[in-house]
């Protein structure tokens, strides 16, 4: 990550703005060291700054890289919003990429969430798809989970649902957080941990 210096932490946004070509609340900053000078003079600020920008160059760059490596070309685009980093991935044969059950899009899902995040010394909230995979795994959950809830409600008994991953079990949690007499719970850990549709008589 790029450092600046100015005089003040406000000299320095404003002069990286200008830079990237974008406004100062879009900006991200930590500062490394401050000066106070004598009586003002001498005074200066040196912080790491980066913008959306910075971190959607740096995905796509990581990934040509490294699907260079593996001898596959891959379309990459990416949208950074805060702390949210939205990445699609298309190829000629996105089946690899995606794996068994979307397993290999889940390890790579990891693998650049920790990578960005390292990078640029914050947590950030990663999205990758590989030609709208998960968004249509997303709607075939949500269908999946309401027939499975309906069915809670009606016998009161409790359901299991096979492993699955966090962004998955997060999908299913908010289309079913609203649902009348129904609650719902995360159990087991790493490959084993699945998600729990559970009859609730006090949740109207």
């Known amino acids: 990550m790029k450092q600046y210096t100015a005089r003040t932490i406000e000299d320095l946004l404003n002069n990286v703005a200008l830079e990237k070509e974008t406004s100062v609340d879009e900006l991200t900053y930590h500062i490394l060291e401050e000066k106070s000078g004598f009586l003002g003079l001498g005074a200066s600020v040196t912080a790491e700054v980066f913008a959306p920008k910075d971190v959607e160059e740096f995905v796509e760059e ?3 890289n490294f699907f260079e490596g593996l001898g596959l070309e891959v ?3 990416v949208v950074v919003s805060r702390n949210n980093v939205n990445i699609d991935l298309d190829a000629d044969n996105n089946a690899i ?3 068994k059950n979307g397993s290999s899009l ?8 920790n990578v960005i995040s390292s990078k640029f010394k914050r947590r950030f909230y ?14 075939k959950l949500k269908a999946m989970s309401v027939r499975v809830a309906k069915t809670v409600q ?5 359901a299991a649902l096979d492993p ?4 998955e079990r997060k999908v299913i949690h908010k289309e079913l957080s609203n649902m009348p007499n129904i609650k719902t719970q995360s ?14 008589k006090n949740k109207e």
Do not use: A, P, W
Request: proline share 0%; charged share 30%; aromatic share 12%.
């Open 75 to 77: 379309n990459c685009q």
């Open 187 to 200: 159990e087991g850990s790493g490959r084993n941990r699945h998600f729990k549709i559970m009859y609730d």
């Open 62 to 64: 990581y990934f040509r």
């Open 154 to 158: 009606r016998t009161k008994v409790d």
């Open 164 to 167: 699955m991953s966090n962004d």
């Open 106 to 113: 889940n390890g790579m899902s990891n693998l650049i969430r």
């Open 97 to 99: 990429l995606i794996g």
């Open 126 to 139: 990663v999205t990758l798809d590989i030609n709208n995979y998960k968004k249509n795994r997303y709607q």
